[in-house]
T-cell receptor, first 114, second 117 residues
């Protein structure tokens, strides 16, 4: 089955600087890679996703890059703000068409230092 | 994005009792919903896939007789933790894909924190 590894487990960044979180996956059949933000005591919130036919996707301060050959993808947050502090999870899809599941990484606790 | 709700948001129960958690898709229909469990400072672990009108599919190692899932309508799935024990204390989160065909884009509920005394 799919195995998703995520690094780093914790990350502290000065406000205004950029943060990068990296994930690798094992199943070459995976085609969909979402990123979720989870605040304390809440459910995960989808912040950006990318499909395998695209190498990069950007949404304001958030971007995701995908290297399908190397089987890794990364989340980039620029101009970080205190409200970006949260736990971020990457995920990769598994299963077959119409019966997809998500396998999650272990999470990265991001702390923005004011 | 799509909205998924859960009820209750938290529950405390005595060991041996059963607890029911509801998951609703508020502005879309979901033939499939997913149930996850998350222990403190850990990742989300898929427990089972809830299918409207048919039996749920459980992940390896998840006891189907302990975690009863019912997907009675296109907007409601329920998870019942039967004969709960302290080790069942966890954060239970459901999700639903908005797409009818491609189901990988999942929207999560706010979660239900269960504490078994």
């Amino acid at each position: 089955g799919e195995n998703v590894e995520q690094h780093p487990s914790t990350l502290s960044v000065q406000e205004g600087d950029s943060a990068v979180i990296k994930c690798t996956y094992s199943d070459s059949a995976s085609n969909y890679f979402p990123w979720y933000k989870q605040e304390l005591g809440k459910g995960p919130q989808l912040i950006i996703d990318i499909r395998s036919n695209v190498g990069e996707k950007k949404d304001q301060r958030i971007a995701v890059t995908l290297n399908k050959t190397a089987k890794h993808f990364s989340l980039h947050i620029t101009e970080t703000q205190p409200e970006d502090s949260a736990v971020y999870f990457c995920a990769a899809d598994t299963g077959y068409f119409g019966n997809e599941k998500l396998t999650f990484g272990t999470g990265t606790r991001l702390t923005i230092i004011p | 994005g799509a909205v998924v709700s859960q009820h209750p948001s938290w529950v405390i129960c005595k060991s041996g009792t059963s607890v029911k958690i509801e998951c609703r898709s508020l502005d879309f229909q979901a033939t499939t919903m997913f149930w996850y469990r998350q222990f403190p400072k850990q990742s989300l672990m898929l427990m089972a896939t809830s299918n409207e009108g048919s039996k749920a599919t459980y992940e390896q190692g998840v006891e189907k007789d302990k975690f009863l899932i019912n997907h009675a309508s296109l907007t409601l799935s329920t998870l019942t933790v039967t004969s709960a024990h302290p080790e069942d204390s966890s954060f239970y989160i459901c999700s639903a894909p908005q797409g009818a065909i491609l189901q990988e884009t999942q929207y999560f509920g706010p979660g239900t924190r269960l504490l078994v005394l």
